[in-house]
């Protein structure tokens, strides 16, 4: 990919155990990581794309994960973020399971498209194996959830 990892993530967007027990707390949450890192020209426009991408089909894509995300004018720059839930909870995912792991896009509109399908499409491949989903889950440091995501987007 052309983004450099530090510039889709760093440890300000990661939080490895993170207590919401809603939906709407996870996705605030998310929000608030975004804007708080500067990446972020309008918190309540992108929060209101986050929820209309949520209305139109659940991004809970099975396997204990969701990847709600939000193209907008409202996003500076393309940020990947990492919740790791302490209790599971219901997110209407394609599977009917429980989630515990978010992993939230937010990408600039005049982004072109294949930036916003690269980082989904990557995501999405890796996460089909079960031994990824598992040490991303179970990820003891900020450190090795950033060399996991660099395996992804760097080292394929």
């Known amino acids: 990919m052309e983004l450099s990892l530090t510039e889709l993530i760093?440890?300000?967007?990661i939080n490895r155990n993170f207590d919401g027990t809603?939906?709407?707390?996870?996705l605030e949450e998310i929000v608030r990581m975004v804007n708080k890192d500067k990446r972020l020209d309008s918190k309540d426009l992108y929060y209101k794309k986050i929820l209309e991408r949520e209305e139109e089909f659940t991004t809970g894509v099975g396997y204990g994960i969701a990847i709600p995300h939000a193209k907008t004018r409202a996003v500076i720059k393309p940020t990947i973020?990492?919740?790791?839930?302490?209790?599971?909870?219901?997110?209407?995912a394609l599977d009917d399971k429980p989630v515990d792991l978010v992993i939230g896009l937010a990408v600039p509109e005049k982004e072109s498209n294949n930036t916003h399908l690269k980082i989904i499409s990557k995501l999405s491949m890796k996460l089909m194996e079960e031994d990824f989903r598992q040490s991303l889950k179970n990820a003891q440091s900020d450190n090795e959830v950033l060399d996991l995501m660099e395996d992804i987007f760097y080292k394929n």
């Open 81 to 92: 973020v990492i919740l790791k839930l302490s209790d599971p909870i219901d997110w209407e």
């Open 10 to 13: 760093n440890n300000k967007l």
């Open 22 to 26: 809603t939906k709407k707390e996870v």
